[in-house]
């Protein structure tokens, strides 16, 4: 019998190095505040990306999606949210597989009739990056952040067009705010005020 052994020490420790360090990533993405995603390519028989297999996919990005991770892995993207396919997200995601540059939309728009768990309509922060022949995705779903600056757009308009005189100070009485209002009613332009404390107004000339 002839036996004959090989130290593997090395390429051990090199093993257990890489399980340990895949382990502290899937734990980064498992807790990431931003839906994160992992898609592969799917081609047709000359090549065109015809739709994206999803291999990963975090609560997170459950969270956005109304679909479970589970849920999500194993499936294509149209299957799961064929709007993809008619609001732009396809096609930009298939140009970062093909030329390697990055996609980011901030405040789009997504509404999907026909998503796979019921259907959605939000506003989100999307980007993409190749990864291999397919990309890695973010979402943050920006939804309730679009509706409170559309709330304070609101009522914006709503001082501007007030007829009543409106002045608004910062905690050391400085005036940072005027509306048009103010103006008519005190003589002094917004420019002359913005800075200067309320008591201008009790100079005796009003």
């Given amino acids: 019998m002839v036996a004959v052994g090989n130290d593997v020490t090395e390429r051990r420790r090199a093993m257990d190095a890489l399980e340990a360090s895949e382990g502290r990533l899937r734990t980064a993405l498992d807790t990431m505040v931003d839906g994160t995603s992992i898609l592969s390519s799917i081609r047709d028989e000359i090549g065109r990306v015809v739709d994206f297999r999803i291999e990963y996919a975090n609560p997170a990005m459950a969270r956005t999606g109304g679909v479970t991770a589970a849920e999500q892995v194993g499936h294509t993207l149209l299957e799961l949210f064929p709007a993809h396919r008619t609001n732009g997200l396809f096609d930009a995601y298939v140009r970062v597989v093909e030329t390697g540059v990055p996609f980011k939309a901030e405040d789009f728009r997504y509404v999907d009739p026909d998503a796979a ?78 800075g200067q404390n309320p008591r201008i107004l009790k100079s005796g000339v009003q």
């Fill in 117 to 194: 768990n019921g259907a959605l309509d939000q506003f989100v922060d999307v980007g993409a990056s190749k990864l291999g022949d397919g990309f890695v995705q973010s979402v943050r779903d920006v939804s309730d952040h679009h509706a409170a600056q559309a709330e304070l757009h609101r009522l914006a308009m709503a001082i501007e067009q007030s007829a009543d005189a409106i002045v608004i100070t910062d905690a050391s009485a400085s005036i940072e705010y005027v509306n048009p209002a103010f103006s008519q009613v005190s003589g002094y332009s917004r420019e002359e005020v913005i």
